[in-house]
Nanobody, 119 residues
């Protein structure tokens, strides 16, 4: 079964950190670019970061550049997002998606993990 399962969300204080993980299964993970996207309450889906299958080409939205780091472990079929210096506006449901940056309704995605930044 082809699926993506996110974990690692939770509550963090402003300035704090969270590390998100995504476990991929059912497909050859290493040949696909992957990305993180998020959806804040009442807003549309926002691309956050993408990375190519070989781990190169990490790219970030301006809103998270310098604070978030995307990485992957192809031996373990895992995708990660290290989020530092968190801001309240980072509060969102975070999705792991099988794409680099072009996301449409048919793009494979997980169920999401909630990240909340609040004091």
């Amino acid at each position: 079964q082809v699926q993506l399962v996110e974990s690692g969300g939770g509550l963090a204080q402003p300035g704090g950190s969270l590390r998100l993980s995504c476990a991929a299964s059912g497909f050859t993970f290493s040949i696909f670019a992957m990305a993180w996207a998020r959806q804040a309450p009442g807003k549309g889906l926002e691309w956050v970061s993408g990375i190519y299958g070989d781990g190169s080409g990490a790219s970030y939205a301006d809103s998270v550049k310098g604070r978030f780091t995307i990485s992957r472990d192809n031996d373990r079929n895992m995708l990660y997002l290290q989020m530092n210096s968190l801001k309240p506006e980072d509060t969102a449901l975070y999705y792991c998606v099988r794409a680099f940056s072009s996301i449409n309704p048919r793009t494979l995605r997980g169920q999401g993990t909630q990240g909340t930044v609040s004091s």
